[in-house]
């Protein structure tokens, strides 16, 4: 044999297939839900789930295992879990496997305000008696009151709130510091939504995945005539109503970029992320009527309206017809939004209970047409 056939190869990464994703409000988790749903179908794997009707895992409650599906009989036999739930990592470790990788994703906080404004205006209090989200910027204590505490979540630090923190809490020095070192001890990568592509390709690197494993098409977006214009006064008064948000936004965005140049390099990384808009732009061409998102009244198959909540108008698509089966499968998962897609995993993994209602037309009927 000749000296180099002796050189041992790289050792090919395995994908990882425990996996824990901490979804967090108003941050394209919802696009990374249906990324971990069909690499779960891809490899056959047990998600957990959230039990009898619900589509949370208990959420805004702190979470418990007893949340999950069948955890009494299948204890800690879950691969993934993805749906939202308020982080609680002694509750977590109950279900989930001693290898599991865990994640997140954070959003710069002036965006996200303003999108949790427009999605949960009637929902939350503070947003509901107030005008619009500057008059409510303008100063948040006149609209937002403690006694409201459980309905407000979504008005401050919502992210925080997520993590298992007090989303109310002073913003202290060592609080945070030592809140971000906890987030660091229990998290393996935070990924960062406005940076979207850039952290799709970080994450396929760190947990060995493929190109297709994190293709996507964005789910939950609304359209462009529901996005409020903030001020410049405004932005400013969020930075210090979400500070501990916007203290978390900071040390992860740098701890992001930072994981880039280590692991991948910026050039390398601007090549992949050019490769996967071309792949997703391909897979649009082959799955989409249009070339785009739709207005919810445009969706023709009412199986793949998403959710509506708020003032928000919340996009969906149109699969073209006449595709081959397995295209079309591709396309449905593609676009099949978060309750839908919760709900025909949990018939798959539990044919024996009551199907979680969506209270609209099912894209399956049965298991077979998968």
């Known amino acids: 044999k000749s000296h180099e056939e002796l050189l ?5 990464c395995h994908a990882r297939t425990n996996v824990m994703f901490l979804k967090t409000h108003k941050t394209a988790s919802s696009t990374v839900l249906n990324i971990m749903f069909r690499f779960a179908e891809r490899y056959n794997l047990t998600v957990a789930l959230p039990a ?18 069948g955890f009494e009989t299948i204890g800690q036999n879950y691969n993934i879990m993805c749906n939202h739930l308020r982080f609680n990592p002694l509750e977590v470790k109950k279900v989930m496997a001693a290898n599991t990788f865990y994640f997140s994703i954070l959003r710069n ?9 427009i999605y949960y205006k009637d929902y939350v209090p503070a947003f509901r008696s107030s005008k619009n989200v500057n008059d409510f910027l303008e100063s948040p204590p006149k609209y937002y009151h403690p006694a409201d505490y459980r309905k407000n979540i979504y008005a401050r630090n919502i992210m925080w709130f997520d993590f298992g923190y007090d989303n109310n809490a002073e913003d202290d020095t060592n609080y945070t510091q030592a809140v971000l070192e906890e987030i660091e001890q229990n998290f393996h990568l935070i990924l960062i939504a406005d940076y979207f592509d850039e952290s799709m390709i970080l994450l396929k690197h760190t947990l060995c995945w493929d190109l297709d494993d994190v293709i996507y098409f964005k789910l939950n977006s609304r359209s462009q005539d529901t996005v409020q214009t903030l001020t410049p006064e405004s932005e400013e008064q969020i930075k210090a109503w979400c500070s501990l948000d916007w203290k978390l936004y900071l040390h992860f965005n740098q701890s992001f970029w930072r994981r880039i140049e280590e692991s991948i390099g910026l050039e390398a990384l601007e090549k992949e992320v050019d490769h996967l808009r071309t792949r997703q732009k391909e897979l649009m061409e082959t799955c989409l009527s249009e070339q785009e998102a739709v207005r919810k009244d445009h969706i023709k198959n009412k199986a793949l309206l998403p959710f509506q909540s708020g003032a928000a ?17 591709t396309c449905q998962k593609m676009v099949i939004p978060e309750l839908q897609y919760t709900s025909y995993l949990y018939a798959v993994q539990h044919p024996h209970k009551k199907r979680k209602d969506v209270g609209l037309p099912l894209l399956w009927t049965s298991l077979q047409e998968k």
Request: no cysteine.
């Open 8 to 12: 041992i190869p790289p050792t090919p």
């Open 52 to 69: 009898d009707q619900l589509f949370h895992l208990g959420y805004p409650r702190t979470f418990v295992a007893q949340f999950v599906e």
């Open 109 to 117: 906080p002036i965006p996200l305000l303003e999108s949790s404004y």
């Open 313 to 329: 108008d919340i996009l969906g698509y149109n699969i073209k017809q006449d595709l081959d089966n397995t295209t079309l499968r």
